[in-house]
């Protein structure tokens, strides 16, 4: 069965430093993989998504950027964090295809202090 | 105009009320409807899948397509305090991305 790992739960950082979130797919291969981030009382904004290795496209023009080293790993970035970047940061994959429900991990809580 | 409207709630509902969750949408070119269950601080789950119109139904739950009217539905039968969470829908065009465009979500809470 597939299974989806997203580390870690809980973040505290000061602005202005690094970040590096990481997600993990098992079970399948060639997985189209999401970064999605909600904020408090708010949607699901899609800031990155991969269809394939070395393939990212963004959403959102920001301060994050994100990487996909190996076919089913999925990396979130952020060289300096600001403020607004606090959020729950949500990893997602799906069957490469049309019309493919999401499976998410559990997510990262972020808050930058 | 967002391209999925949801009603955020909260909704406040009793012990075994049947519950109705709606959305509406402006791109008719959506073909795929999901609805999403999180609860809190967790990621969502997915609940019910549809394509194109139609209803569909899963124990308790039935969610209803209307493409003509723009609008999707999610009822929950005989609801229970199990059920109090935040229910987002989504949808997608047929595209190899897999792209979903979510609602802003509408938390329920079922009181017993």
């Known amino acids: 069965s597939q299974t989806i790992h997203q580390w870690p739960a809980t973040l505290v950082q000061p602005v202005g430093s690094p970040l590096s979130l990481e997600c993990t797919v098992e079970g399948t291969s060639n997985p189209n993989l999401y970064w999605y981030r909600q904020a408090a009382g708010r949607g699901l904004q899609l800031l990155f998504y991969s269809v394939g290795i070395g393939q990212i496209s963004s959403e959102v023009p920001q301060n994050l950027s994100a990487s996909r080293p190996q076919d089913r790993q999925f990396i979130l970035s952020s060289k300096k964090l600001l403020l607004s970047d606090s959020g729950f940061y949500l990893c997602?994959?799906?069957?490469?295809?049309?019309?493919?429900?999401?499976?998410f991990g559990s997510g990262t809580r972020l808050t930058v202090v | 105009q967002k391209e999925v409207e949801q009603d955020p709630g909260p909704l406040s509902v009793p012990e075994g009320a049947i519950v109705s969750l709606n959305c509406t949408y402006s791109n008719s070119a959506f073909q795929y409807f999901m609805w999403y269950r999180q609860y809190s601080r967790k990621g969502p789950e997915l609940l019910m899948y549809t394509y194109s119109s139609g209803n569909k139904e899963d124990g308790r739950f039935t969610a209803q397509v209307d493409k003509s009217s723009k609008y999707i539905s999610l009822f929950i039968r005989d609801s229970q305090p199990s059920d109090s969470a935040t229910y987002l829908c989504?949808?997608?065009?047929?595209?190899?991305?897999?792209?979903?465009?979510f609602g802003q979500g509408t938390t329920l809470q079922v009181k017993p």
């Open positions: 989504a949808m997608s065009l047929p595209s190899n991305t897999g792209k979903l465009i």
């Open positions: 997602a994959w799906s069957v490469t295809g049309a019309g493919g429900g999401y499976t």
